[in-house]
């Protein structure tokens, strides 16, 4: 764990402006094998300090490459500097940043760090089982990972924090052939919070997985395309997660919303149907804890669930202390940082659409003639809300029963036109914690929901 060389600096924080000093740890370890042969074996720890002052509407901002005294001294000195500068030759006269009730929040326990060996001989029993229980593939690759971020934060209000927040996956992915030699491809990602250590003590515990992987595998190599245009779909839950983060989620984002996203004039109106209700959460969310709990951010505020659609009425956004002040909003913990050389940005934490009272079988029960969309490998999406995803995996649904599989397909859209044609929500939440977040920075996020089912197009071959 980082040592706390950072509390005694108060003294020397910028008179009378809001100052951050923060210390950090990125830690990441990987191993990857690809039909049986370690192709990667990759650790990595990068550390550092940087401070970060606000003077009537602008930050100075330092960061030095060493976790020490000296470096902590000298990133305050020169953030402030900086702050100076910023503030003589582009001050916006706004002046400081409303205070914070003082708080603490400190980690009680340190993190383990396993040996490379226990995630290299972990993946090979993974692919051992592949191996020999999926004979009619023609290529696997399994990953075995762990990422942490450590971070001591010190602020001149707010709260003060020692966090650490790690998280540990394995990845298997699968590619088999159609009947006419065209490859198709599966992935799946299984693991949470946690060190690698904690989550991965048995690999039969995960052996159910693998074979409903490659299952699923070999019904979409018999797989059929879908019929192109406007359809009845039952997103999954992966998918209803995808397009809560990629298409709702950043344009909601204050930063955004100020460059212009959609969201900016439709605060307060109406943006789905009165069936979805949509939230970042911070660390606890429908009784439970969160794949990826947040307690405080980079700026030193306390993080709490910030509610973005109520019954399909957009009534907020995610803030920095400065854009809040903005808007007239409360902070509310989401502005964070990759690493200690980066500002915080406005990111979001667990991001989810709210489970509703309909069961999976009674939604595709109600379809005639659409598709069921379960996963989704990649996608994009702009501060307009138009966005296209792409569909790994899903099925026909005819005459109220699953069909065929599908081979991969599309679907695309604008995010609030959408979701005012839900009329069926889920009654069960389905997470994902694995990937990053690519705004600017990587950020590890966790998003999720029930399964909607929408109007959407869809592609053809």
């Not at 209700?277 to 700026?299: I, Q, S």
């Not at 604008?414 to 389905?430: E, I, N, P, R, S």
Request: hydrophobic share 40%; proline share 4%.
């Amino acid at each position: 764990m980082l040592d706390d060389i950072l509390s005694v600096r108060k003294s020397e924080f910028h008179s009378g402006s809001h100052t951050e000093l923060r210390g950090q740890l990125n830690r990441s370890r990987k191993v990857t094998l690809l039909s049986g042969s370690v192709v990667a074996n990759a650790r990595s720890d990068i550390s550092g300090v940087s401070a970060r002052v606000y003077k009537n509407g602008t930050y100075g901002f330092s960061s030095m490459a060493e976790y020490s005294p000296e470096a902590a001294a000298k990133v305050l000195h020169a953030a402030a500097e900086n702050a100076d500068f910023m503030d003589l030759h582009a001050g916006a006269g706004k002046g400081p940043l409303p205070a914070l009730p003082r708080k603490t929040y400190r980690v009680q326990n340190g993190i383990n760090d396993p040996a490379q060996k226990v995630y290299i001989d972990f993946a090979k029993a993974l692919d051992a089982y592949v191996a020999e229980h999926c004979p009619e593939l023609v290529s696997r690759v399994v990953v075995a990972m762990e990422d942490s971020m450590e971070k001591l934060l010190v602020t001149s209000d707010g709260m003060d924090a020692h966090t650490i927040l790690p998280r540990s996956y394995c990845y298997v992915v699968m590619t088999a052939q159609t009947g006419d030699g065209q490859p198709v491809e599966l992935f799946k990602s299984f693991g949470g919070e946690g060190t690698f250590d904690l989550n991965f003590t048995d690999p039969a515990v995960w052996y159910p997985q693998i074979d409903s992987l490659y299952e699923n595998i070999m019904k979409k190599r018999e797989g059929v395309y879908a019929d192109a245009g406007l359809k009845t779909v039952i997103l999954g839950g992966m998918m209803t997660g995808m397009l809560s983060h990629e298409a709702v989620g950043h344009t909601v984002e204050a930063d955004l919303v100020l460059s212009g996203s959609v969201a900016g004039h439709n605060l307060n109106k109406q943006v789905a149907s009165p069936l979805v209700t949509l939230t970042d959460f911070a660390n606890t969310a429908f009784g439970k804890r969160c794949p990826l709990p947040v307690y405080v951010d980079d700026e030193g505020t306390k993080a709490q669930d910030v509610t973005l659609i109520k019954d399909g009425i957009l009534t907020g956004y995610m803030n920095s202390r400065e854009s809040a002040l903005h808007f007239g909003m409360e902070p509310r913990g989401n502005a964070r940082a990759w690493l200690f050389s980066d500002e915080p940005l406005i990111r979001m934490r667990n991001t989810s659409v709210h489970p509703g009272t309909d069961k999976l079988e009674d939604m595709i029960a109600s379809i005639d003639d659409g598709y069921y969309l379960i996963d989704s490998g990649n996608g994009q999406a702009d501060t307009t809300g138009e966005f296209m995803f792409g569909v790994t995996m899903g099925y026909e649904i005819k005459n109220g029963k699953l069909g065929k599989a599908l081979l991969d397909t599309t679907i695309s859209g604008v995010a609030f036109d959408m979701l005012k044609t839900v009329d069926m929500v889920g009654d069960t939440v389905v997470w994902a914690s694995s990937g990053f977040c690519g705004k600017k920075q990587p950020m590890p996020v966790g998003m999720g929901g029930p399964a909607l089912r929408c109007k959407v197009m869809i592609g053809g071959r």
